[in-house]
């Protein structure tokens, strides 16, 4: 296999209907670096992990702290739940663009068979003025047939209504952790094209760890690949999807910032980094929003 | 009746919901002057009044060369009609925002007692990724009944959508004809009102003459207006609905900026000119548009 | 004005969906000359004019010798109601694509202020397999509000289902003859405008004759124009709305190949000519057509 | 124009849906004479009319009786309104194929713009076990708008029920009075077309009078046609539509077989003659049918 | 049991209805050989695997490289997911069929009860102009029963839509595996008439392999059975449904030659080749399509 990376996706090659494309541009060029490239905030971490992740720095458990410093950031978007943009994003509206998450879990019962269930529609986030909604799709989950058809609705409703559609493309489930874990090179590779198979108009993805080996297809195993190689293939995979690489959770900001390069070099359309960004006091997390303008201004 | 200005109206004392407030920030501060004050391109005279528009600048018959226009004029929105939307606006999409006219006529039937039919719906304006849609109420028609009728159901579209409504309020009809006309005070008056009562977001109306007297109610015979005190009426009368001034057919330069001055004066919005901006070369239309913007840049 | 004419539009400049975009190619690339024009055989004049129009060839009243004589030319398309489509396609089903028309009337009722009922659904036409669909617009009727509405909700479900969308334009009514009539440059320049304005893919529309002037507004009587002229205003007018000229009754081959030449200089996607098609024996119907194919041929 | 008749059209070349195809299969070949021609007793006078058309056989005002006398008579099918097939049809259910009428009119209203309101639906005919349906078009009426698109809906559920679709075409209006009327050949011819045009299965006419040229089209004034001639083009125009001719008012015996004759002759597919079999005493009902079967037996 | 071969159906023979109809027929005689076989391009891999099918032939992970090739090669059609068709098939819109996937799985969850997720509708394959659809069947599943359920509503809005339903019906499951396995001549015989009694207009079935006995009933294992008798008898189980074979892993080309051989005597439609045609270099592709066509040019 061949490892080299992509050329960034333009917009006009997507095949975007109009309003999809209207909205992709007001957030790729109306916002953040206004250079294609994006990063945004994703904020939906109370539903998933439950207010443990505001402990390093309880302001940013108050959504309006989130949102201002979104627009102070100068992200591309913010990726909330429907309840958090009903009583805050008024406040803030228009001024930076809204992502509307539509699906969500607490990471509270069991998750070896997991899947999201949509507490939002398409139609609320038409309502609410949001420029894009996020759905999770729990790639290999044993419970992926209710997962791909609940997707194929929002799909449907995105096309229907002009909202450009972002996948959450998380590898999960016992068949996953079996073969290398859910941020494997396998597995991430996998959900890329999964989305893109399915009607993504971006993905998000982790980023890939190419040395897990253990239970995979030969095809993984039979090389050795290093991270930039594991990350161009995942780019590549996802077919004209432009690819969003997360942070997960708070590590070092130079691994971080390294991480980013790899994925902007590899093509990516850019970043969605949350924890990393608001587990720490606003003016850090300033100064770290500016080193990651710094670094996507070159793409 | 007094005639003092009212201050123009802030978004936060509108009552808007989440979603039409996003879209009027974008439209209002992400364009035009970012200062709150609005200036559009109209484009729907192909429509209503034939190709017969162009044959002055026979370039603005192309509705490429409008919508560039309206980019490099720095323009808050343009507005036009469901065919010309889905042919040219991708090319544009996102770069100026779009107003989609939602009904629209041709002057050719007899016009004695006009309604204008609704050739898009909001569903539309929402597929193509519009921040507004507007609407043409021929106050006072015979057909009034089937107008308001129709634009209940676009009013309750917009709000369900969350997409401003702006009002093309205009005066019309037999009745209107015999009592001073579409353009007298006491009609455009009674325009911007009807506008506010039955639930525009925004509501464009001619600039009104207060000269015509005959067939009126004595309230607007009983005293002598000037041009400034007419128009600082017909704001007041919108009641916290947003005033654009349309332009009309093209005239004088420098009388179409005092009408436009003592428009923002009155607390209107902004303006809304089309055949004073385009029925003239390119260059012209610019520099034309560069004293709209110092004038605007004042409010 | 100016008079010069227009390049004829690309399927990639025209904002399509996928699939107009893919029905269109297969259209004008996939049958007829195969580069881009067209030539469609009309055949709703059993319902529009009634059998009349096949005393000249009884061969034509058959609707199975009209699709013959389609596949046999080399058409792009043919053009019938839905009751001929259900009774007769089928032996033809893909053989020349089908363009159904989804409205028409009888000559018989007074025509002073006519409206075409729709006849099927684009639905219908999805099912037998059509690639395109027809409606007659009325322009300049007094019923203009009834035909603007319903061609909406054609319009609507064209663009839902991908199907290509093309216009019978008219010019028609009481006020319509009073200003020059159906055939005057400036009703047939207005025509096309609306078509454009309201959401046609494709317009049909007759001639243009710039010799009448009474009535008309002084933008087309201040100046004399020429026919190539005033079809190139007409091509113009229609804005990236592909344009197609119909014949008309049936007159002289060398003046009908020769408004078809000036329409093809003008830009114009091609033709539509029906009676001065099959109104003479099936051999000289070959031989017209070869006229027309090698005229073509040269765009 | 050629006069020459055409072959009665088979079920399979007609494009038929499987269930079309069954239930005309089991009209025309599983009662009657089972030659493929059809011999149907309509019995809607009693709306259209009124009682007066039983005063001659008040024994033909019980739709039992009626019943009784299409299974007697061996009739292809009988032709009722929805009251009488439900306190009826039980009785001879299956007997005899129920052809549902599902528009009618009283004769009392002012008739210059008629149209036919639909009083029953085709999913009552299913719910009654009919094996068709049948509707009134009066082609050329003013209301023939509201009438075509009335039309439509049904041929759309006879369509999706795979009901055959008797038409009842009638010249009707001011303007047909103004060309010769009903009758006349002109009106038959183009109101047989209409049917073809629209969609119907099996179209019923009234037999065509060549003498009236009145107000005609040269085409219809330019020659003298023969009534065989007359026939022989309607049926032609039907263009696949197999055709039902009507007998109207009771006349002579001989007169209207002679008609039948005729219109066999011209490649019809039968008749449907009401008045002239029930509106006589029982026994000289069944002889008359006995007559008409002879001569279908020939075809 | 008798061993022969059985004719390849005509169109004419299979009670089509006319939308159908003029798809396949646009399919097999406007595309590929012309002659009424077929060879479809199946590119649904990058969902059903993952990307580890492209690491032999990297360039074929991107779907325009495979579109490309299908155009170039010649295909009667190709076969992909929606997210692909959204992003990709319009810069190849209409220049080959696209035969939409409606479901598709990842291999990643437990398979020993499978049932494959709708991704998309029949009404997406009308909207992008697709030319069929396809969905896989999992016969033998422990989830057959809601599988069945939801065939059956996609063959209805096949029918509804009149789009040709291509069923990949694969033997599946526990139940499967303990008789023989999924590519056994008893499973894939049987898959090939499950697929024809439930209303599949084309199958898609893998080559039978007849030795596997264990398990079967005594029909199967009573005589032994050549490959040819084999394909011979899965081909007359479908029943008048077209029958293409699929390819499976790449194996050795000349194996790959006799089996499509074996098929086309049989009677079969012909071939779906997806890894035995892009797991090799650009050119090596089309030399192989070659010889692919050279033998369907002989049926």
Same mark, same amino acid.
């Given at each position: &296999?061949?490892?080299?990376?992509?050329?960034?996706?333009?917009?006009?090659?997507?095949?975007?209907?109009?309003?999809?494309?209207?909205?992709?541009?007001?957030?790729?060029?109306?916002?953040?670096?206004?250079?294609?490239?994006? &990063?945004?905030?994703?904020?939906?971490?109370?539903?998933?992990?439950?207010?443990?992740?505001?402990?390093?720095?309880?302001?940013? !458990?108050?959504?309006?702290?989130?949102?201002?410093?979104?627009?102070?950031?100068?992200?591309?978007?913010?990726?909330?739940?429907? !309840?958090?943009?009903?009583?805050?994003?008024?406040?803030?509206?228009?001024?930076?663009?809204?992502?509307?998450?539509?699906?969500?879990?607490?990471?509270?019962?069991?998750?070896? =068979?997991?899947?999201?269930?949509?507490?939002?529609?398409?139609?609320?986030? %038409? =309502?609410? !003025?949001?420029?894009? %909604?996020?759905?999770?799709?729990?790639?290999?989950?044993?419970?992926?047939?209710?997962?791909?058809?609940?997707?194929?609705?929002?799909?449907?409703?995105?096309?229907?209504?002009?909202?450009? *559609?972002?996948?959450?493309?998380?590898?999960?489930?016992?068949?996953?952790?079996?073969?290398?874990?859910?941020?494997?090179?396998?597995?991430?590779?996998?959900?890329?094209?999964?989305?893109?198979?399915?009607?993504?108009?971006?993905?998000?993805?982790?980023?890939?760890?190419?040395?897990?080996?253990?239970?995979?297809?030969?095809?993984?195993?039979?090389?050795?690949?290093?991270?930039?190689?594991?990350?161009?293939?995942?780019?590549?995979?996802?077919?004209?999807?432009?690819? *969003?690489?997360?942070?997960?959770? =708070?590590?070092?900001?130079?691994?971080?910032?390294?991480?980013?390069?790899?994925? &902007?070099?590899?093509?990516?359309?850019?970043?969605?980094?949350?924890?990393?960004?608001?587990?720490?006091?606003?003016?850090?997390?300033?100064?770290?929003?500016?080193?990651?303008?710094?670094?996507?201004?070159?793409?």
């Amino acid at each position: &296999m061949t490892e080299t990376a992509v050329k960034r996706p333009q917009l006009s090659e997507l095949g975007l209907s109009t309003g999809k494309r209207a909205r992709l541009q007001r957030i790729l060029y109306g916002h953040g670096l206004r250079n294609g490239t994006a &990063m945004f905030l994703p904020y939906d971490q109370g539903l998933e992990h439950g207010p443990r992740d505001f402990f390093d720095n309880p302001a940013a !458990g108050d959504p309006s702290y989130i949102l201002k410093l979104a627009v102070e950031g100068g992200f591309n978007g913010v990726a909330i739940q429907i !309840g958090l943009a009903e009583k805050f994003y008024w406040e803030y509206a228009g001024e930076v663009p809204l992502l509307l998450k539509l699906n969500g879990r607490t990471e509270i019962p069991d998750a070896s =068979r997991p899947r999201s269930p949509r507490n939002a529609t398409v139609e609320d986030a %038409v =309502r609410l !003025g949001a420029d894009a %909604v996020g759905y999770t799709l729990y790639v290999g989950s044993a419970q992926q047939e209710e997962d791909f058809e609940a997707f194929a609705e929002v799909r449907r409703d995105a096309e229907r209504y002009g909202l450009p *559609l972002v996948v959450w493309s998380y590898p999960r489930g016992e068949a996953v952790d079996a073969k290398g874990g859910k941020d494997s090179f396998w597995a991430v590779d996998y959900a890329a094209r999964t989305a893109a198979e399915l009607g993504a108009d971006v993905v998000k993805v982790n980023f890939p760890n190419p040395s897990p080996k253990e239970g995979m297809r030969k095809e993984y195993t039979g090389q050795q690949f290093t991270e930039q190689e594991a990350v161009n293939a995942v780019v590549r995979s996802a077919a004209r999807t432009p690819v *969003l690489l997360s942070g997960g959770e =708070r590590t070092g900001d130079e691994g971080v910032l390294e991480k980013a390069r790899q994925s &902007m070099e590899a093509g990516a359309l850019g970043v969605i980094f949350g924890r990393n960004i608001w587990q720490r006091p606003h003016d850090e997390s300033l100064r770290f929003v500016g080193r990651l303008r710094e670094l996507l201004s070159k793409y």
